[in-house]
C-alpha cells in the first residue's frame, strides 16, 4: 500500500499551511504503516529526495498529487512490494 506523501515535496499548498501539512501526512502515514504492518502487508512511499529534487516532473500541474511520472516511479518502488506479498500469500493459500 503506499502511504500518504509527505507533504514537504506539495508545492501546491498555500505556504503558510505547510507546517501543519507536513505533520499531518507524516502522522497519517506512520499510522497507515502501522495498520498495513499489522495485517501482514507492506507499505511504500514515494521517495522523498527524488520528489524534492523534480517537484515539476513528479507532481502533476496541482502541486499535490503525482503526475503521470510520480505514479511510474510509485510503481516501481511499490512492485517489489507487491510480488513479495502477492508470493507469500499464494503460498499460505496452497
Do not use: F
Not at 504503516?33 to 529526495?49: R, S
Not at 524534492?52 to 510520480?70: F, I, N, W
Not at 505514479?71 to 493459500?93: E, F, G, H
Amino acid at each position: 500500500m503506499g502511504t500518504c506523501p509527505d507533504y514537504r515535496a506539495a508545492t501546491g499548498l498555500p505556504p503558510w499551511t505547510h507546517p501543519t501539512a507536513i505533520r499531518r501526512s507524516q502522522r497519517l502515514a506512520r499510522l497507515q504503516n502501522t495498520a498495513v504492518q499489522k495485517a501482514g502487508g507492506q507499505t511504500v512511499q514515494l521517495p522523498l529526495d527524488d520528489l524534492l529534487a523534480r517537484p515539476a516532473e513528479l507532481l502533476s500541474d496541482d502541486g499535490c498529487h503525482p503526475s503521470a511520472q510520480g505514479y511510474a516511479l510509485q510503481v516501481s518502488q511499490a512492485l517489489p512490494a507487491i510480488i513479495s506479498t502477492s508470493a507469500r500469500n499464494a503460498s499460505a493459500c496452497r
